[in-house]
């Protein structure tokens, strides 16, 4: 059964600060890896999408990478923004999405 | 172009009644998939829909059902609410099936079962 972990919970920095976000799945027979960002009440905003036969992705200062072998993704969030405070979900894709439970991240100026 | 919406965005609901979703995937998108998100559980699959097709079903009873439209426009209907429903419900659509495909996320349905 495939189960997905991010680490840390929660991170809490000051603006500027460079960020990694880990991501952890039991299964490596995933179609891709897609790391998504919730505002409070809120849906869902895709953030990058890593095809399974990828290793990093890149928009703006967001960069993910996924090394399929080990079972691991990061999220790379380059000089951080109090904007960026969110919770952010990594997600792999077999016939559906399985979510991690997120790591909650605050940005403070 | 317009993104998933999804309709009503909030509702509150008693125990034994039943409730529609509604949700419109982005243009040209024919994959539908609905997911619940609750604080205990975190975010679980639903269903998949795909060409008025269900393609694929997550571990939910089956007061919890679905349909698609040959808009791809879909529908999910919780029959007999129980306390445990409340949750926020989120579709999200795919050009083709889910499997292999980014999936885009509309802003939810807030369900309150009181």
């Known amino acids: 059964k495939q189960e997905v972990t991010q680490i840390p919970a929660a991170l809490s920095v000051p603006e500027g600060e460079n960020l990694v976000l880990n991501c952890s799945f039991t299964?490596?027979?995933?179609?891709?890896l897609q790391w998504f960002r919730q505002d409070p009440g809120k849906g869902l905003t895709s953030l990058l999408l890593?095809?399974?036969?990828?290793r990093e992705q890149t928009s703006g200062r967001l960069n993910a990478s996924l090394d399929k072998s080990s079972g691991r993704s990061t999220l790379y969030i380059a000089a951080s923004q109090p904007g960026d405070s969110a919770t952010y979900l990594c997600?792999?894709?077999?016939?559906?999405?399985?979510f991690g439970t997120g790591t909650r991240l605050q940005v403070f100026p | 172009k317009a993104g998933v919406t999804q309709t009503p965005r909030y509702l509150i609901k008693t125990r034994g009644q039943q409730v529609t979703l509604s949700c419109s995937p982005i243009?040209?998108?024919?994959?539908v998939s609905w997911y619940q998100q609750t604080p205990g559980q975190g975010l679980q699959f639903l269903f998949e829909?795909?060409?008025?097709?269900?393609?694929n079903k997550g571990n939910f009873p089956g007061r919890f059902s679905g349909r698609q439209f040959s808009n791809s426009r879909s529908e999910m209907n919780v029959s007999t609410l129980e306390l445990g429903d409340s949750a926020l419900y989120l579709c999200?659509?795919?050009?083709?099936?889910?499997?292999?495909?980014?999936?885009?996320f509309g802003p939810g349905t807030r369900l309150t079962v009181l």
């Open positions: 299964d490596s027979a995933i179609y891709n």
């Open positions: 829909y795909f060409s008025e097709t269900q393609r």
């Open positions: 890593i095809q399974s036969s990828q």
């Open positions: 999200a659509s795919s050009l083709g099936l889910a499997g292999g495909d980014e999936q885009f």
């Open positions: 997600a792999v894709n077999t016939d559906k999405l399985i």
């Open positions: 243009s040209g998108h024919r994959s």
